[in-house]
């Protein structure tokens, strides 16, 4: 039976399986920024995030972190839990960069003195607003919820930071997306990619992320490669520890 397409997002298609309460998400080559202002498209982008969302889940899995991965399909799309979405992208920030640099007048690079969690709202229409807590008992999210959030933001942000500074990156800020599963457990969703992330050479603070896009840099395939094989040296050593 030919799976069923629920959902066409911006960087992925979410399709129904015959299994109950699973879906898989099939990650493409197209990319858009600025909420959706700008578009592109490159090689490989669809297998790099699958892959490197893939072997991230499995990793922070290991770690604690209940998510909502199943098993990679093929090159370019993952198995997952069908979760029911929380309306909130949660962020996580370790060095100043894009709209926070801007909010507290920083220079992009400097380190925060302690991470910084924000709440936005996802909802495209409205441009993601950040939100505070006042606004999003109005929208009828429970304070258990919106602690639950934070904590793992930063529980995740935890876990990847060494993982990350191992393969000689520093994780600049990132998002994550959380969801209920059928027994109303709370789960960590969506992806873990350049497209989410902001990773800089911890060298040569060279960008390896979606900025070189958004910022038409230059050299944005090179740059996802090079972190798939990064973050993928980890499972070739059976390293997933
Ligand atoms: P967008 O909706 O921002 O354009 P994508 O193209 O990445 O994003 O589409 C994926 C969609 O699937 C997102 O709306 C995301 O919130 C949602 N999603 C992610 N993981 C799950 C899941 N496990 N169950 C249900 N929906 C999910
Ligand atoms: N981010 C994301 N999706 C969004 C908004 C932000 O994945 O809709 C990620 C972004 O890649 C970065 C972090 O969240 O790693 C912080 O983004 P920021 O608020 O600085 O957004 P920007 O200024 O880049 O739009």
Redesign the pocket.
Same mark, same amino acid.
């Given at each position: 039976m030919p799976e069923e397409l629920l959902y066409e997002g911006k960087a992925k298609k979410v399709f129904a399986t015959d299994e109950e309460g699973v879906l898989v998400h099939r990650y493409k080559d197209d990319a858009t920024?600025?909420?959706a202002q700008k578009r592109g498209s490159w090689k490989d982008k669809g297998r790099t995030n699958a892959t490197m969302s893939a072997t991230i889940f499995a990793y922070l899995e290991v770690h604690g972190v209940p998510t909502h991965f199943v098993e990679q399909v093929d090159d370019a799309a993952i198995k997952t839990k069908r979760l029911d979405m929380l309306p909130i992208?949660v962020?996580v920030?370790n060095v100043a960069?894009?709209?926070?640099?801007?909010r507290l007048g920083y220079e992009e690079g400097t380190k925060l003195r302690a991470p910084i969690v924000?709440l936005?709202y @996802?909802d495209d229409e409205l441009g *993601?607003p950040m939100l505070n807590w006042y606004h999003f008992r109005e929208l009828g999210v429970s304070d258990e919820d919106l602690e639950f959030c934070e904590e793992l933001g930063l529980k995740v942000n935890e876990i990847l930071t060494p993982f990350f500074d191992e393969r000689g990156v520093t994780l600049? *800020?990132? @998002?994550i997306e959380i969801g209920r599963d059928a027994e109303g457990r709370l789960v960590l969703a969506d992806e873990i990619s350049p497209?989410?992330?902001?990773f800089w050479d911890k060298e040569t603070g060279e960008k390896l *992320? @979606? *900025?070189r896009f958004?910022r038409d840099m230059g050299g944005v395939e090179e740059a996802y490669a090079e972190m798939l094989r990064r973050v993928q040296e980890i499972t070739q050593r059976g390293a997933v520890d």
């Amino acid at each position: 039976m030919p799976e069923e397409l629920l959902y066409e997002g911006k960087a992925k298609k979410v399709f129904a399986t015959d299994e109950e309460g699973v879906l898989v998400h099939r990650y493409k080559d197209d990319a858009t920024a600025f909420n959706a202002q700008k578009r592109g498209s490159w090689k490989d982008k669809g297998r790099t995030n699958a892959t490197m969302s893939a072997t991230i889940f499995a990793y922070l899995e290991v770690h604690g972190v209940p998510t909502h991965f199943v098993e990679q399909v093929d090159d370019a799309a993952i198995k997952t839990k069908r979760l029911d979405m929380l309306p909130i992208e949660v962020i996580v920030r370790n060095v100043a960069a894009g709209s926070l640099a801007r909010r507290l007048g920083y220079e992009e690079g400097t380190k925060l003195r302690a991470p910084i969690v924000e709440l936005c709202y @996802k909802d495209d229409e409205l441009g *993601d607003p950040m939100l505070n807590w006042y606004h999003f008992r109005e929208l009828g999210v429970s304070d258990e919820d919106l602690e639950f959030c934070e904590e793992l933001g930063l529980k995740v942000n935890e876990i990847l930071t060494p993982f990350f500074d191992e393969r000689g990156v520093t994780l600049v *800020d990132f @998002k994550i997306e959380i969801g209920r599963d059928a027994e109303g457990r709370l789960v960590l969703a969506d992806e873990i990619s350049p497209d989410t992330c902001r990773f800089w050479d911890k060298e040569t603070g060279e960008k390896l *992320d @979606k *900025d070189r896009f958004r910022r038409d840099m230059g050299g944005v395939e090179e740059a996802y490669a090079e972190m798939l094989r990064r973050v993928q040296e980890i499972t070739q050593r059976g390293a997933v520890d």
